[in-house]
C-alpha cells in the first residue's frame, strides 16, 4: 500500500540495460490548469524495448531513472484550479512531446521540431504513464468517448499514421488531380496495421506487405478490414507492384532501411512514399542510384520522413477509431494480444510474443473492464 502522495511506477535505469523495475514516485497535486489521471493501461511498443535495452533516450534532469510509457488510457480523478473541459471520470489520453524553445515548437508545431531538443515523456527526458496515477497539464490532455476505453492506448501509435496520411495530403495540394485509390503499407506490426485500418476506413484499396507466411494474427486483421496481406516469402514488393495500377502512397514502416529502397522502386508517378521506421544501427548496401533518381524526377515522386504528430493527429485519430468501430466492431481490440500487469517481468513483456501484436500494461485504475 503506498501513501496518499506516493505512487507505483515502472521503470529503467541507464545504468542497468536490459532491467526493468519497480518504483515509488512522489505524487504531487494538480496545480493550475492540471489534472490528475489514475492510469488504466499503457501500451508497450518497440521504442519501450529500445529504451529498456539502453539504446535510446535519458531519464529527466537531476532524476537516475525514466518511467516508462507513453500509450495511455486513464480517467482524470482530480482537477486542478483553472481546468476547463475534463471533470472526475472522463477517459483521456496524453500527448507524449512536448516543445523546447525552437521556432517550430513556439509555432505550436513540436512534433516538427527544428533542433530536436524536445522532451518526450516516457522516451526523452521526461517520466512517462506506467504509474499509478499522472499529473499533466489540460493542453496535453486528449479526451476520449467513454466507449473506446479497450482502444484508447491505440490512439498515440495510430497518430503516427494519420500524421503520415496527412502529410501526404498536404504534399498533394501541389495536383489539380489526386485520388488516392491505391496503397502499399510496408510492415505488418502495430504501425503498419493501424495504417492499413486508417486507409482501409478512407476506402482506398491497401495491400500490406510483411515478411511472415500467411494465415497470422496480422495477416487475419488485415484482411478482416478488406485489405490483401502479402508475404515478401511469396511474392516480392515488386511483383506485386507490377500487378497494381499506380501506387498512390506508400507508408513503410517496416523498421528495415533496405526497404526503403525497394519502396522507392515502386511508388507510382505523382506519388507519395512516408518513411515512418526509426531504423537503428549504421547498415549500408548497394542501390541503383541513377535509376532511382531518374523515376523521382520524371514521375514527380515525393519522399518524406514522418514522425511523431501532431494534437490534430491526435483527435482525427480519436475519430479514426470511432470509424473503425463502425465498420468493423471490435477488430482494432483484438490487436491487442497480451496483457501483463506491473508486477510481470516486462523486459519480456516488451519481447516478440508468440501469437503477439500488441501488449498492455494494466494497471488497477478505475473503469477497469
Ligand atoms: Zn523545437
Same mark, same amino acid.
Given at each position: ?8 511506477? %515502472?521503470?529503467?535505469? /541507464?545504468? &542497468? ?12 497535486? *494538480? ?17 519501450? +524495448? ?8 535519458? *531519464? ?14 486513464? +480517467? ?32 505550436? @508545431? ?10 518526450? &515523456? ?12 499522472? %499529473? ?8 476520449? *468517448? ?14 503516427? !499514421?494519420?500524421?503520415?496520411?496527412? @502529410?501526404?495530403?498536404?504534399? @498533394? +495540394? =501541389? ?37 511472415? +507466411?500467411?494465415?497470422? /494474427? ?5 484482411? $478482416?478490414?478488406?485489405?490483401?496481406? %502479402?508475404?515478401?516469402?511469396? @511474392? ?8 497494381? *495500377? ?10 528495415? $532501411?533496405? !526497404? ?42 515525393? !519522399? ?18 470511432? =470509424?473503425?468501430?463502425?465498420?468493423? /466492431? ?29 501488449? %498492455? ?9
Amino acid at each position: 500500500m503506498t501513501s496518499r502522495h506516493s505512487v507505483r511506477a %515502472v521503470a529503467i535505469s /541507464p545504468n &542497468r540495460p536490459g532491467e526493468v523495475h519497480l518504483t515509488t514516485l512522489d505524487h504531487p497535486e *494538480p496545480g493550475p490548469g492540471e489534472v490528475e489521471i489514475t492510469v488504466i493501461r499503457v501500451g508497450v511498443c518497440g521504442t519501450d +524495448r529500445e529504451l529498456i535495452r539502453g539504446e535510446i533516450g535519458h *531519464p529527466p534532469a537531476g532524476s537516475s531513472e525514466l518511467i516508462l510509457g507513453h500509450e495511455v488510457a486513464g +480517467r482524470v480523478s482530480k482537477v486542478g484550479a483553472r481546468v476547463a473541459g475534463f471533470k472526475v471520470g472522463d477517459l483521456v489520453t496524453v500527448m507524449v512531446r512536448r516543445p523546447d524553445d525552437c521556432p517550430a515548437c513556439v509555432a505550436g @508545431q513540436p512534433d516538427m521540431c527544428l533542433d530536436r531538443n524536445y522532451t518526450e &515523456r516516457g522516451i526523452a527526458g521526461a517520466h512517462g504513464f506506467m504509474a499509478e496515477k499522472i %499529473v499533466e497539464h489540460q493542453q496535453w490532455v486528449i479526451a476520449v *468517448p467513454d466507449y473506446l476505453e479497450s482502444v484508447a492506448t491505440l490512439i498515440e501509435p495510430l497518430t503516427v !499514421v494519420e500524421k503520415a496520411v496527412r @502529410q501526404a495530403e498536404l504534399i @498533394q +495540394r =501541389r495536383l489539380n488531380y489526386w485520388n488516392l485509390r491505391t496503397a502499399l503499407v510496408v510492415g505488418a506490426g502495430p504501425i503498419g496495421l493501424l495504417g492499413t485500418l486508417l486507409l482501409r476506413s478512407k476506402g482506398v484499396d491497401v495491400h500490406t506487405v510483411a515478411r511472415t +507466411r500467411s494465415p497470422n /494474427p496480422a495477416s487475419e486483421l488485415v484482411a $478482416s478490414c478488406g485489405a490483401t496481406y %502479402v508475404s515478401t516469402n511469396e @511474392q516480392s514488393i515488386a511483383e506485386l507492384a507490377a500487378m497494381l *495500377p499506380n501506387i498512390d502512397l506508400i507508408l513503410e514502416c517496416s523498421g528495415a $532501411s533496405s !526497404v526503403v529502397f525497394e519502396s522507392m522502386g515502386v511508388l507510382g508517378n505523382n506519388g507519395v512514399l512516408v518513411l515512418l521506421s526509426l531504423t537503428g544501427g549504421h547498415s549500408t548496401m548497394e542501390v541503383p542510384a541513377a535509376e532511382i533518381n531518374r523515376s523521382l524526377v520524371a514521375g514527380n515522386k515525393v !519522399v518524406v520522413g514522418s514522425v511523431n504528430a501532431g494534437r490534430e493527429d491526435f483527435t482525427n485519430a480519436v475519430d479514426s477509431l470511432e =470509424r473503425f468501430e463502425e465498420l468493423w /466492431p471490435g477488430l482494432a481490440a483484438s490487436m491487442i494480444t497480451h496483457r501483463f500487469s506491473p508486477n510481470d517481468d516486462l523486459f519480456a513483456a516488451t519481447g516478440d510474443l508468440p501469437g503477439g501484436i500488441k501488449s %498492455v500494461i494494466e494497471f488497477e485504475g478505475p473503469g477497469r473492464s
